[in-house]
C-alpha cells in the first residue's frame, strides 16, 4: 500500500525527532560511561601498574575499552528503542510502518567504524613496535633493550613442574622464590630445562616462553609500587602444569640487597664451581657425573656479570 503525502510527512518528522532524542541519551550515556572507564575502572584494570610494562598493558585496555563503550551504547541505545517503540503488542494483527533506510546515518555509521577501526591498526602496530614496557620475550638477540645502566639480571630457569632462579650478579646464586627491587629495571633471561613452559608473572605485565636451549630474554621496570605478584606457567608442559605456580614480591631496594646479600653468602660454597650465568642451562649431555654444565656448549656461551 503506498503511503499518502501526508503520512510520509509524518514519518519523517518522527524520524528526526526519534533520532536526537536516540542521539542525545547516546550521548549522555556515552560521557558516563567514559568517565567511569577511564577514572573508576580504568585504574584497577589489569595488569595494574607494579611494572613499566603492566602499566602499559593497562593503558592499552584503557583505550580500547575507552573506544568500545559508545559503539557498545549506540547499539543497545537503538536497540531499546526499537523494542519499546516497534514492538507488536498481543493484540496487534497488522503490519509495522514499512522502513527505509537512512542514508546520512548509514554514511556517519560506516565512516565512524572504519575510522575507529584504522585508528586502532595504527595504534595497535605502534604499541607493538614501542617495545618500552611490552614485557614479552624478545629471544636471544633483543631488538630493543632499556635505556637504563643498571639491570638487574634474574635467570628464570623452568622445569616440570617449577621454577627456579639464578642470580648471576649475586655469585649466580639460586633460589626457589623471586623477590625483585622496586623501581628497578630487570632483564629476565628465561629458559628450560626439559619441555616448553612459558614464565607468566602476571602483575608484572611480563610474559616469556621458556623453551630448551633458548635464551629469550623480557625486560621491564618495577614501580614503586611493593607488593605480591603470581608467577604462572602458561604453556601446558605436563600432568602438574596447573600446580607450576608460585608468588613472588617487589620489596623497597633496601630489603632486597639484604636478602640476595644474605643468600648470595649462604650458597657461596656451592656457587663457586658454578658459572655465575650460562645462557643456556644444560645438564652435561653424557648424562653422567660431569659438570652440571658442559665444558663445550653448543648452544650458547657463559656471560660474565
Ligand atoms: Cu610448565
Not at 536516540?22 to 556515552?30: E, M
Request: net charge neutral; charged share 15%; hydrophobic share 40%.
Amino acid at each position: 500500500m503506498a503511503m499518502t503525502e501526508e503520512a510520509m510527512r509524518e514519518r519523517k518528522e518522527y524520524a528526526k525527532k526519534a533520532g536526537w532524542k536516540i542521539f542525545a541519551i547516546w550521548l549522555v550515556l556515552s560521557l558516563i560511561g567514559e568517565v567511569l572507564v577511564l577514572y573508576v575502572w580504568g585504574p584497577h584494570m589489569p595488569p595494574g601498574d607494579m611494572t613499566t610494562s603492566a602499566a602499559s598493558q593497562q593503558f592499552d585496555f584503557k583505550v580500547l575499552t575507552a573506544m568500545v563503550v559508545p559503539v557498545l551504547l549506540m547499539v543497545w541505545v537503538y536497540g531499546a528503542w526499537s523494542l519499546i517503540n516497534f514492538h507488536a503488542t498481543k493484540t496487534d494483527r497488522g503490519d509495522g510502518i514499512p522502513l527505509r533506510g537512512n542514508r546520512r546515518v548509514q554514511g556517519i555509521w560506516y565512516v565512524t567504524s572504519a575510522a575507529l577501526v584504522l585508528f586502532l591498526a595504527g595504534f595497535g602496530t605502534y604499541e607493538l613496535i614501542n617495545g618500552n614496557g611490552v614485557g614479552s620475550g624478545e629471544g636471544p638477540s633483543p631488538i630493543w633493550k632499556p635505556t637504563a645502566k643498571h639491570m638487574l639480571v634474574v635467570q628464570v630457569i623452568a622445569q616440570q613442574w617449577r621454577f627456579t632462579y639464578r642470580w648471576p650478579q649475586f655469585g649466580g646464586m639460586e633460589t626457589t622464590s623471586i623477590d625483585l627491587p622496586a623501581d628497578t629495571t630487570i632483564q629476565f633471561d628465561v629458559t628450560s630445562l626439559d619441555v616448553i613452559h612459558d614464565f607468566w608473572a602476571y602483575q608484572l605485565g611480563v610474559k616469556a616462553d621458556a623453551n630448551p636451549d633458548v635464551n629469550n630474554v623480557a625486560y621491564t621496570t618495577t614501580s614503586n609500587q611493593l607488593g605480591r605478584f603470581t608467577v604462572r606457567c602458561d604453556e601446558l608442559c605436563g600432568i602438574w602444569h596447573g600446580a607450576m605456580y608460585n608468588y613472588g614480591h617487589v620489596v623497597s631496594k633496601s630489603a632486597f640487597y639484604t636478602w640476595a646479600s644474605n643468600m648470595e653468602a649462604q650458597n657461596a660454597s656451592v656457587t663457586k664451581l658454578l658459572p655465575p650465568f650460562a645462557t643456556t642451562y644444560t645438564p652435561s649431555y653424557s648424562g653422567a657425573g660431569g659438570g652440571y654444565y658442559p665444558s663445550y656448549d653448543p648452544n650458547g656461551h657463559a656471560v660474565t656479570y
